[in-house]
């Protein structure tokens, strides 16, 4: 697929940056249009169908054991619904993704991804091509209506750990994000769960990597991927 619009080549200027060990990609201003936005979804599908064993891994130590297997399902049916009607822009993309989620995935993670992705697709309207400024306030309006539907908020263990500081740090580059939500992930090791089939094994919750909270660090990661 071809990179993002109009980004004046931007988004390899980013790369060629980092070639040269510039420490901030010059991603900033990049114009994201649909084609992006689909380069990330099947990106996020791949990502999933590569580490669903992992995810079902770490669900199996403090959920139900079936976190990777039901991410699967779910993205296998999104990719599906993108490549029988695309959406032309990137909020409906975002609509489309989320809907499939939450009619195909079980359990919290369906409707709390839905809600996730739907959100952040209406904050974006129906506008061609976006800014990551304006990805990184939509992202941050589905997070607020994630911690709202779960009653959740950062520190209880839970995919608000990787994906708040994620969404900070996209203000700076696609990069900083990926590493925020990979470091948010990680740092749910020693966290005690409050929410969630974890929140029941009090202190036994302890140890473990939150597999909700790993799976958004693939949702960030493969974000700076779709912009290489």
């Known amino acids: ?35 992006f936005f689909l380069r990330w979804m099947n990106a996020l599908a ?16 403090i959920g139900d054991a079936d976190h990777g297997t039901n991410m699967q399902r779910g993205f296998t049916a999104v990719t599906a619904a993108l490549e029988k009607d695309a959406p032309d822009t990137p909020g409906a993309v975002l609509m489309l993704t989320g809907r499939q989620l939450i009619s195909t995935v079980g359990g919290a993670s369906g409707p709390l991804y839905g809600t996730l992705l739907r959100r952040a697709g209406k904050a974006l309207g129906d506008e061609a091509g976006v800014s990551r400024a304006q990805l990184a306030e939509a ?7 994630v911690a709202q539907l779960g009653g959740a908020k950062a520190g209880d263990k839970t995919m608000l750990d ?9 203000d700076e ?7 925020a939500a990979e470091g948010g992930a990680a740092a749910t090791v020693p966290m005690l769960a409050r929410k969630g089939r974890a929140s029941y094994l009090g202190e036994r919750s302890v140890g473990h990597q939150d597999p909700g909270a790993t799976s958004s660090a693939l949702l960030i990661g493969t974000l700076e991927e779709a912009a290489r």
């Open 162 to 170: 990787a994906l708040e500081p994620a969404a900070v740090a996209l």
């Open 1 to 35: 697929m071809p990179g993002p619009a109009g980004d004046g080549g931007a988004a390899s200027a980013g790369r060629d940056d980092a070639h040269k060990g510039a420490d901030v990609p010059r991603d900033g201003d990049a114009v994201l249009d649909a084609e």
């Open 139 to 145: 992202l941050r309006a589905g997070i607020a209506a």
């Open 173 to 179: 580059s696609f990069a900083a994000a990926r590493e």
């Open 46 to 61: 791949q990502a999933v169908n590569r580490e669903a064993a992992r995810l079902t891994e770490l669900d199996a130590a």
